[in-house]
T-cell receptor, first 114, second 111 residues
Framework: KAGVTQTPRYLIKTRGQQVTLSCSPI?????VSWYQQTPGQGLQFLFE???????NKGNFPGRFSGRQFSNSRSEMNVSTLELGDSALYLC?????????????FGPGTRLTVL | AQSVTQPDIHITVSEGASLELRCNYS??????LFWYVQSPGQGLQLLLK??????LVQGIKGFEAEFKRSQSSFNLRKPSVHWSDAAEYFC?????????FGKGTRLHILP
């Protein structure tokens, strides 16, 4: 069974631009969560989607948004990029709703904002 | 406030030596507890989890962890480390649709 895939793996953007990251969950998994990982803040939860609806949200500004499609694939969008948005963005999928379920992580998208 | 503390940012052990990584948490109720490992360039992989029952939990790759309610701790152990265990380890706690990760402990292995 294929694992969680994330595209692209690397991105370089400039301040003020917007970016869209994509995540394909493991087949059959309906929950997709997004995390931001930085050296200073560590891993922080962004949001969780289940059945095309955002079910949980972390403490991030409205510039961070996402959506989930009917095939469970998910996209995350960051608008008006700031230097502090440089991070590894991880996507995780699980069978059921709820962050305490076993999550399977993708390799991440490394975003650099110049 | 809810929090997870991994007091050791870096730990170095010799190959074949035993390992213990510390994790302490602060949470209103007994949370679900997890240990994840992240190898360079990879996402996180679940090593083990504790929800309830036996406080000694066995995981993959020869790891185990013990939940101690009185100490609010969930330390990860391995009796004999291998060079391939070099990675970053994250403790996480979750409940009520929330999950909080510790800042991680980077494990270095000496040959």
């Amino acid at each position: 069974k294929a694992g969680v895939t994330q595209t692209p793996r690397y991105l370089i953007k400039t301040r003020g631009q917007q970016v869209t990251l994509s995540c394909s969950p493991i087949s059959g998994h309906r929950s997709v969560s997004w995390y931001q990982q930085t050296p200073g803040q560590g891993l922080q939860f962004l949001f969780e989607y289940f059945s095309e609806t955002q079910r949980n949200k972390g403490n991030f500004p409205g510039r961070f948004s996402g959506r989930q499609f009917s095939n469970s694939r998910s996209e995350m969008n960051v608008s008006t990029l700031e230097l502090g948005d440089s991070a590894l963005y991880l996507c995780a999928s699980s069978l059921a709703l709820g962050l305490y379920n076993e999550q399977f992580f993708g390799p991440g998208t490394r975003l650099t904002v110049l | 406030a809810q929090s997870v503390t991994q007091p050791d940012i870096h730990i170095t052990v010799s190959e074949g030596a035993s390992l213990e990584l510390r994790c302490n948490y602060s949470y209103g109720a007994t949370p679900y507890l997890f240990w994840y490992v992240q190898s360079p360039g990879q996402g996180l992989q679940l090593l083990l989890k504790y929800f309830s029952g036996d406080t000694l939990v066995q995981g993959i790759k020869g790891f185990e962890a013990e939940f101690k309610r009185s100490q609010s701790s969930f330390n990860l152990r391995k009796p004999s480390v291998h060079w391939s265990d070099a990675a970053e380890y994250f403790c996480a706690v979750g409940r009520d649709d929330k999950i909080i990760f510790g800042k991680g402990t980077r494990l270095h292995i000496l040959p």
